[in-house]
C-alpha cells in the first residue's frame, strides 16, 4: 500500500520510493530525524533545505491530480523531487481516522516539517512527532493567516513580506512564533515573483531554525490575535478589476492576482486579461473633464492610459478573450480600443 492515495504504509511496508543516486542523500546520518509535510513547488527549496540537515523519514503530499488539456494523472512536484532524491512518499487521501497518526507516531521522528502541504493536520498527526509540527509560512504572522498570504500581501499594497517559523496547533497559522526572516516587496513586483523568493527564504528559515527548534534554542512567542489578518484562498473572480479604486490600488491588485488568479476586466463585451500596468502621472480625465473610472482616457500607437477612482492607470499588456497577450500600442493599432471606451461596463461578461 506504501505510497498509494488513501493508505499510510502497514507495518513493514515501506512508501513508494526511487532508486537512491550514488550520493545516497536520504540515508546520510543526520542529527535529528523528521518528516515533511508539502505539496507545491513553493515547499521544495524547503524540502531540499530538509534533506541536507535531517534524516528525512518520509514525504507525505496530497495526491497526484489530473492536469493539462488531456488530465493526465499528475505528480506534485515534491513528490517529484522526493523521489528524485530518493525519499519514501504517502499521499493519503484521509487524515483524521487515526490510521495516518499512528502511522506517523510509529516512525518515532523528532519533528514534522509542514510547507504548503494544503490540509489542515488534525491533533493526533500534530502530536505524533516528538517535538511536535513545525510550519513554514509564507507572511509576517499574525498577519494573513491563511491559504493565499502571498497574494493578499502584494494586492493590499504591503511594502514588506516574509516568513514565518512557528508551532503548528489546531488553529489555522495561528501557533506560537520562533523567528521571522523579512524581506522588502519591490515597487512592480508579482505575486509569483514574491513567492519565488519567499520560497528561498524559507529554506534559509529551515537550514537555520529547525536545528536550533530541535536543540531547544527558541522560547516560541504567542501571536497578538487582535492583529491577525486573513488570506483567504484565491477564487476566480477575485481576479476582477474594480476601476473605481485609486490607481495604486488597481496596479497592486494586477502584480497581486499574477500568476493566478489573473487581473481582468472587460472591453467591448469581451473578457480582457490585464497582464501589467503602470501608475502613470497623467491626469484621470478626458477632455470633458470629470471622467468615470474605467473609461480609457489615452489610447495612441506609445500607451492606453485609464481612468481609477484617483489618478490614472497604464495598462502595458493586455489581452483579448480568446486571443494572444499584446503590448497596449498593438491592441490600439488592431482597433481593439479607443479613447471613450469603458471597461468592465458589462458585469456580466467573464474573462
Known amino acids: 500500500m506504501g505510497g498509494v492515495a488513501g493508505n499510510p504504509p502497514a507495518a513493514g511496508d515501506p512508501p513508494s520510493r526511487a532508486t537512491p543516486d550514488s550520493t545516497e542523500i536520504a540515508s546520510r546520518k543526520k542529527a535529528f530525524r523528521a518528516v515533511f509535510f508539502g505539496t507545491p513547488q513553493f ?48 499521499q493519503p487521501t484521509k487524515l483524521k481516522t487515526g490510521e495516518f497518526g499512528a502511522w506517523l507516531r510509529d516512525l518515532s521522528v523528532d519533528v514534522a516539517l509542514v510547507v504548503a502541504y494544503g490540509r489542515i493536520l488534525p491533533k493526533d498527526v500534530l502530536e505524533a512527532p516528538r517535538l511536535g509540527c513545525v510550519n513554514v509560512h509564507a ?24 516568513v514565518t517559523l512557528m508551532q503548528m496547533d489546531e488553529g489555522m497559522d495561528t501557533g506560537a512564533m520562533l523567528e521571522q526572516f523579512t524581506t522588502e516587496i519591490v515597487a512592480d513586483e508579482t505575486a509569483g515573483d514574491l513567492s519565488e523568493r519567499l520560497s528561498a527564504l524559507g529554506a534559509l528559515a529551515v537550514r537555520k531554525g529547525l536545528p ?3 536543540a531547544g534554542g ?41 500568476p493566478w488568479p489573473g487581473a481582468f476586466t472587460t472591453s467591448r463585451g469581451k473578457g480582457l486579461k490585464v497582464h501589467t500596468t503602470r501608475v502613470t502621472d497623467l491626469p484621470a480625465t478626458n477632455t470633458g473633464g470629470s471622467t468615470p473610472p474605467g473609461t480609457v482616457v489615452l489610447a495612441d500607437k506609445s500607451r492606453v492610459v485609464v481612468a481609477c477612482g484617483e489618478r490614472a492607470i497604464e495598462l502595458l499588456r493586455v489581452q483579448v478573450e480568446g486571443k494572444k497577450a499584446i503590448g497596449a500600442g498593438d491592441w490600439v493599432a488592431g482597433r481593439g480600443v479607443a479613447e471613450g471606451d469603458v471597461l468592465g461596463a458589462s458585469s456580466s ?3
Open 43 to 90: 515547499a521544495v527549496p524547503c524540502l531540499d533545505a530538509l534533506v541536507e540537515i535531517a534524516d528525512v523519514a518520509a514525504v507525505v503530499c496530497q495526491p497526484d491530480k489530473p492536469q493539462g488539456r488531456g488530465l493526465e494523472l499528475t505528480a506534485p512536484p515534491v513528490k517529484q523531487r522526493a523521489l528524485e532524491l530518493g525519499l519514501g512518499v504517502v
Open 139 to 162: 507572511s509576517l504572522l499574525p498577519k494573513y493567516r491563511g491559504a493565499a498570504p502571498i497574494t493578499w500581501a502584494v494586492v493590499r499594497g504591503e511594502p514588506e513580506s516574509g
Open 212 to 214: 536550533k527548534y530541535v
Open 218 to 258: 527558541y522560547k516560541p512567542i504567542p501571536q497578538d490575535g487582535a492583529r491577525a489578518t486573513l488570506a483567504p484562498i484565491l477564487k476566480k473572480e477575485d481576479g476582477r478589476i474594480d476601476f473605481t479604486k485609486p490607481a495604486r490600488a488597481v496596479h497592486d491588485h494586477v502584480r497581486g492576482m499574477s
Open 349 to 351: 461578461a467573464t474573462s
